[in-house]
């Protein structure tokens, strides 16, 4: 992991876990244009990604960000951060009673304690994409042009030339397996649930939310895919990220 700093660290503190495919420097370009408060963003790059080493596991990466969060003295935060991947390590920070964490937003997450089937076809799809992108050497993969749009397809074919094969199998593992329990009360209030109608990790998430979490704020994006809503909606995905912190 490697993190990248924004803002004043005086300011309320937001830390933004990027998806696949999308360094913390990325994330923040997108979202940073719309916030209307001033923050102090700790935006990481996740191992195989940016300027960190290789993807070793979510444990290693919580590890190196709560490293860095108490060398720093970072205890209050105001906001938490997760899409897809960064889910992993933001569901670890929230649930750690080191921190004061006042909110925690999560998108495109598969809440499951185990689901091998879509991790053996994540690491074969990743896989497969990951040959043929050496092949054509594209500027922008054609299938997620058609999910995410030219530019910001752009992006994440960029951030996938430099993903190994061994990344893709630890990222897939991380993003399939999670220590679920029955949160608080207090803390469902502060969880935010966001899903693209159609995007495959719903069907996992909607089956374990009324058990886990059943009171968190949950919003389904209709005709939209994974994380998709981001892509195409930054401006008003921010504000209603901002709405949620101030609630």
Not at 53 to 60: E, H, K, M, N
Not at 61 to 89: C, M, P, T, W
Request: proline share 4%.
């Amino acid at each position: 992991m490697y993190i990248n700093q924004y803002g004043n660290p005086d300011d309320p503190v937001i830390i933004l876990l990027a998806p696949m495919m999308v360094s913390g420097a990325d994330l923040y370009e997108l979202m940073y244009p719309y916030f209307t408060k001033s923050y102090y963003v700790i935006s990481p790059d996740q191992g195989g990604h940016g300027n960190a080493g290789a993807y070793i596991s979510a444990d290693d990466e919580y590890a190196a960000l709560k490293e860095f969060l108490l060398d720093n003295n970072i205890r209050d935060i105001d906001l938490v951060y997760g899409a897809s991947l960064g889910v992993a390590v933001s569901y670890r920070l929230f649930l750690d009673k080191t921190f004061n964490v006042k909110h925690a937003f999560f998108d495109g997450v598969a809440l499951t304690k185990s689901a091998g089937l879509a991790e053996w076809f994540m690491k074969k799809l990743f896989r497969s994409r990951k040959k043929k992108l050496s092949k054509t050497q594209a500027e922008a993969s054609k299938s997620l042009v058609k999910v995410y749009g030219y530019d910001f397809a752009k992006m994440m074919t960029k951030n996938f030339e430099r993903i190994t094969l061994e990344d893709i199998d630890a990222i897939c593992y991380a993003c399939c397996h999670y220590d679920l329990r029955k949160l608080t009360d207090a803390e469902q209030r502060k969880l935010h649930l966001d899903f693209g109608q159609m995007d495959p990790d719903y069907k996992y998430s909607k089956k374990t939310i009324p058990l886990y979490m059943p009171n968190a704020d949950v919003v389904i994006r209709d005709g939209y895919t994974h994380c998709s809503y981001m892509a195409a909606h930054p401006k008003e995905y921010v504000e209603q990220i901002e709405s949620f912190i101030r609630l």
